[in-house]
């Protein structure tokens, strides 16, 4: 059965030209995304098609700036954009993320030098990025990460393997950190790899229960040479690049994690009115309407916060807080909702003939991407309480 279109949002947006770009992609999302979401999800086909669309479009740098191809859009205004792809597609909404989040390093620590020799391409070039930070042994603990970069003439030799790396194996660039100097945070270094660099490969795609038209693999690189010119940042800055990217990368998964609540909550709300049960549909029982109302206001509290967060970090003002709580809130949302849809949806639900059941998969690994819930919560506390003890 095919997906629900997804019913429209009242947004409040801050120009006209952010609500001819929200139009833009719903158009995009309707005609070139949804359609085949559920086929190539199930087959596990990963859209390029779709990124290059989206690159020519421009929709793949919004936030950036546009003297290098970017968009000059307020995270106000991306974050919506996103949610509307993810709505359609997670595959296709935490794909522009990660972009995002990949481009984040050059973009806002690169040197002029490197902005203009990258971004365009980056930004609507057709390119498609990667974010190397989680290894094999380092997950939430990521500065205890073990790659290395080692001086090597007039550039560096890198060698490790990244794990758990969204678009691993289909990306042109990986922004990747490894270990330059001490153990800890302030031996950590960023550097720009190509995706056809010598000595870089792909595993095989990880068997995940979810968004499996989503490549998700480890990156090896046995030697990878870079040149300087490369490197991201100072030496030793490269673990501060990374947390502050993952502040902004946080609000695109709280934001592709309101999409696909929206999602699901379409797909309960339209069976619940043509499902009859006992002489009537079965929207008319108030069990089912409240469960409804609740998935509603989970939905719409997620999006206040995460836009919140978006407006101070438009601001110039500290949001890392706010992300973490955009993100826990937002993420924990998704799943309850698109578990809530299976319930509604009853046994019909749990077949794959309906995208409730493809739903409520795709909504745990929110929970995981981009800092575990659990850590969203210890990043929460330490900004009222202060650090921990040791």
Not at 2 to 27: G, H, K, M, N, Y
Not at 118 to 136: F, K
Not at 310 to 326: E, H
Request: with cysteine; net charge negative.
């Amino acid at each position: 059965m095919p997906d629900r279109a997804p019913q429209p949002v009242d947004r409040q947006l801050p120009t006209d030209e952010a609500r001819e770009l929200i139009s833009l992609v719903r158009d995009i999302a309707e005609r070139e995304i949804a359609p085949k979401a559920a086929e190539e999800e199930d087959a596990g086909r990963f859209p390029r098609d779709v990124f290059t669309l989206l690159s020519r479009a421009g929709l793949l740098g919004l936030p950036y700036d546009s003297e290098y191809g970017g968009g000059d859009q307020p995270y106000e205004v991306y974050l919506q954009v996103l949610e509307e792809l993810a709505a359609a597609r997670l595959t296709v909404g935490l794909g522009v993320s990660v972009h995002t989040l990949a481009s984040y390093a050059v973009a806002a620590y690169g040197t002029k030098e490197q902005q203009v020799e990258h971004l365009p391409r980056m930004l609507g070039g057709g390119l498609l990025g990667a974010y190397g930070l989680s290894e094999p042994s380092s997950g939430s603990d990521a500065a205890s990460l073990r790659t290395k970069a080692v001086r090597e003439g007039d550039g560096w030799v890198i060698t490790g393997t990244k794990a758990w790396i969204t678009h691993g194996g289909v990306a042109d660039f990986y922004t990747v950190m490894a270990r330059t100097g001490e153990e800890g945070s302030r031996g950590i270094t960023a550097f720009l790899v190509p995706g056809d660099a010598e000595g870089l490969s792909a595993a095989a795609p990880e068997r995940k229960m979810g968004m499996k038209g989503s490549p998700t693999a480890q990156i090896h690189l046995d030697g990878v040479r870079v040149s300087d010119a490369r490197r991201i940042g100072e030496e030793g800055q490269g673990f501060a690049i990374a947390l502050s990217a993952l502040d902004s990368g946080r609000l695109g998964i709280a934001a592709c994690a309101i999409g696909l609540a929206r999602a699901a909550l379409d797909e309960a709300v339209g069976y619940a009115r043509e499902r009859q049960q006992f002489g009537r549909p079965i929207a008319d029982f108030q069990g089912l309407r409240f469960m409804l109302a609740d998935m509603a206001t989970q939905i719409e509290a997620g999006r206040a916060l995460y836009l919140a967060a978006a407006r101070l970090r438009d601001a110039g003002r500290p949001f890392a807080k706010q992300a973490a709580m955009a993100k826990l809130h937002c993420t924990d949302t998704a799943m309850k909702v698109t578990t809530d849809a299976v319930q509604i949806l009853g046994g019909y639900g749990y077949t794959a003939d309906f995208p409730a059941e493809r739903y409520m998969r795709e909504a745990k690994v929110l929970q995981i991407v981009e800092g575990t819930n659990q850590i969203q919560r210890m990043v929460i506390a330490r900004h009222l309480a202060g650090p921990e003890t040791r």
